[in-house]
Each structure stands twice: as structure tokens, then as C-alpha cells.
């Protein structure tokens, strides 16, 4: 199945006509990732928020994208919070109010914070993930410091696993200060023996969740497309011509 993650959704709230767009423009068995908007993950703060109240901003959501529930492209939405969103009581209970105001709509959890998956709270994580059926957002990301996660491949949902290759260019993952820091924090390319290590890890995730979706950063050097197609190649997973089109849909 071939899928695509919106991004622009965690900037703002697309307008219903976007995704109804891009519903009529994919083919059959493809797929969204939609990612929540950044007010509905803690991201603002301080900036303005265009919404009165959590629920009026939840409600223009599920509005937004319902010609992708519809159409039957859903995936998921992506709640990827922030790396001051650390494991306190205070926000295990945004989980609890977040997955309940999202309704039926399957939902990936997504952290920044180490604290998350310490020897303390890391069970206590998955086995809420599992008891709220929160999708697990397993990464590979840079160690760089409490605001990134380690690898965690467990399966918390029997249906779906999201996993997010973000690479592990170190040295540019704090530098938000630059420029161009969005090209310099994903810029990475996998080498065949790291994506060896996620062939074996995919394949035992499969034997725990019905589908795995896994997505590479875009990156200025372009490696997500070459990164995709070489673990694919290790997967047995055959191209069925759906990915050129895509490239000219966004």
C-alpha cells in the first residue's frame, strides 16, 4: 500500500477541499498519514492559536479531514509531541482527554522525550499505548539529549505500527537556529548495515501488528527515495509502479 504523510496539517488546519483534492488525485490503496495540527500537540506556545478552545480546534480537525475518512485513505493521524512534553501525570492525562476527543479515529503517539521510555515509565508507556489502542510510533532518530527517544520496536496496536526513520545526523538536530536547519537536521543516509538492522526489526514487527508503515525524512540530499527503495529491495517488497505518480501529486 502506498502512502503519503501530510505535514502541512501540523501547520495548519487544511481547508476540506485539500484533502478532497487529494483523495480524487491518489489512486486505489493509497493511503494518509495526517499530522496533527501543532495546537492540538502543545507546539505553540505562546504563538497564536486561531481556535478559542480545544474543542472547537478538535471539531475544525475532524471536519477537515473527512473526504480522507471517506474516501477510505485514512491511515492514521499523527500526534507527535514536543521534547518539553516530558512523562508526568499531567500529561499522561492529555493523552487520556486527546485520544478520547479524536473519537474513532486512529491515532499514532509520537514523543520527544527520553523520559517516556526510561527503565521507570517505559512499560508504563507501551501498556497505556496498548490500553488506549494508541498506534506506537517506533523512531530512529539521532541520541542527541533528553529531547530525542531510543528505538522502542514494540507493537502496541494488533492492527498498525507507524515507524519514522529520521536518521541520526547528530550534529544537526539542535540547529534551529540556522537557517536552514530543516535541510541540515534530516540530512542522513542510511548505510546498507543499518538497514539490515530495520529489516530484521520490520519483520519481527509484523508478527505483532497487521500493518507497518514505515516513512523516511525528505532530506536535502535526497535519500529518503534511494534509503526506501534499497530496504524495500531487503523486504521482498515489490514496486507496483504507484511511486512515480506520486511525486507529481504535492
Same mark, same amino acid.
Given at each position: 500500500?502506498?502512502?503519503?504523510?501530510?505535514?502541512?496539517?501540523?501547520?495548519?488546519?487544511?481547508?476540506?477541499?485539500?484533502?478532497?483534492?487529494?483523495?480524487?488525485?491518489?489512486?486505489?490503496?493509497?493511503?494518509?498519514?495526517?499530522?496533527?495540527?501543532?495546537?492540538?500537540?502543545?507546539?505553540?506556545?505562546?504563538?497564536?492559536?486561531?481556535?478559542?478552545?480545544?474543542?472547537?480546534?478538535?471539531?475544525?480537525?475532524?471536519?477537515?479531514?473527512?473526504?480522507?475518512?471517506?474516501?477510505?485513505?485514512?491511515?492514521?493521524?499523527?500526534?507527535?509531541?514536543?521534547?518539553?512534553?516530558?512523562?508526568?501525570?499531567?500529561?499522561?492525562?492529555?493523552?487520556?482527554?486527546?485520544?478520547?476527543?479524536?473519537?474513532?479515529?486512529?491515532?499514532?503517539?509520537?514523543? $520527544?522525550? %527520553?523520559?517516556?521510555?526510561?527503565? !521507570?515509565? *517505559? @512499560?508504563?508507556? &507501551? #501498556? +497505556?499505548?496498548?490500553?488506549?489502542?494508541?498506534?506506537?510510533?517506533?523512531?530512529?532518530?539521532?541520541?542527541?539529549?533528553?529531547?530525542?527517544?531510543?528505538?522502542?520496536?514494540?507493537?502496541?496496536?494488533?492492527?498498525?505500527?507507524?515507524?519514522?526513520?529520521?536518521?541520526?545526523?547528530?550534529?544537526?538536530?539542535?540547529?534551529?537556529?540556522?537557517?536552514?536547519?530543516?535541510?541540515?537536521?534530516?540530512?542522513? $543516509?542510511? %548505510?546498507?548495515?543499518?538497514?539490515? !538492522?530495520? *529489516? @530484521?526489526?520490520? &519483520? #519481527? +514487527?509484523?508478527?505483532?501488528?497487521?500493518?507497518?508503515?514505515?516513512?523516511?525524512?525528505?532530506?536535502?540530499?535526497?535519500?529518503?527515495?534511494?534509503?526506501?527503495?534499497?530496504?524495500?529491495?531487503?523486504?521482498?517488497?515489490?514496486?507496483?509502479?504507484?511511486?512515480?505518480?506520486?511525486?507529481?501529486?504535492?
Amino acid at each position: 500500500m502506498q502512502k503519503r504523510e501530510i505535514d502541512s496539517s501540523f501547520y495548519a488546519v487544511q481547508p476540506v477541499k485539500n484533502y478532497a483534492k487529494w483523495v480524487d488525485q491518489t489512486p486505489d490503496g493509497f493511503s494518509f498519514i495526517v499530522k496533527a495540527y501543532q495546537g492540538m500537540t502543545g507546539h505553540l506556545r505562546g504563538k497564536k492559536n486561531y481556535f478559542e478552545t480545544q474543542e472547537e480546534m478538535f471539531k475544525a480537525f475532524h471536519t477537515s479531514i473527512q473526504p480522507v475518512i471517506s474516501g477510505g485513505k485514512l491511515a492514521m493521524a499523527l500526534f507527535q509531541y514536543p521534547p518539553w512534553f516530558d512523562c508526568t501525570r499531567e500529561n499522561v492525562e492529555i493523552l487520556h482527554e486527546t485520544k478520547e476527543m479524536m473519537l474513532d479515529v486512529p491515532c499514532a503517539l509520537e514523543f $520527544r522525550n %527520553s523520559s517516556w521510555y526510561s527503565p !521507570e515509565f *517505559r @512499560d508504563k508507556t &507501551l #501498556q +497505556l499505548m496498548e490500553r488506549e489502542d494508541w498506534i506506537h510510533t517506533v523512531v530512529d532518530e539521532p541520541q542527541a539529549g533528553s529531547g530525542t527517544v531510543p528505538i522502542v520496536a514494540v507493537a502496541t496496536s494488533p492492527e498498525t505500527t507507524l515507524v519514522r526513520m529520521h536518521g541520526r545526523n547528530v550534529s544537526g538536530w539542535h540547529q534551529n537556529s540556522h537557517p536552514d536547519w530543516r535541510k541540515l537536521r534530516y540530512l542522513y $543516509r542510511y %548505510s546498507t548495515e543499518e538497514l539490515q !538492522e530495520w *529489516r @530484521d526489526r520490520l &519483520l #519481527q +514487527l509484523e508478527k505483532s501488528s497487521k500493518n507497518v508503515y514505515v516513512v523516511f525524512n525528505n532530506n536535502s540530499g535526497g535519500d529518503a527515495t534511494d534509503n526506501a527503495k534499497e530496504l524495500q529491495g531487503m523486504l521482498g517488497i515489490d514496486d507496483d509502479g504507484t511511486a512515480p505518480r506520486q511525486l507529481d501529486l504535492f
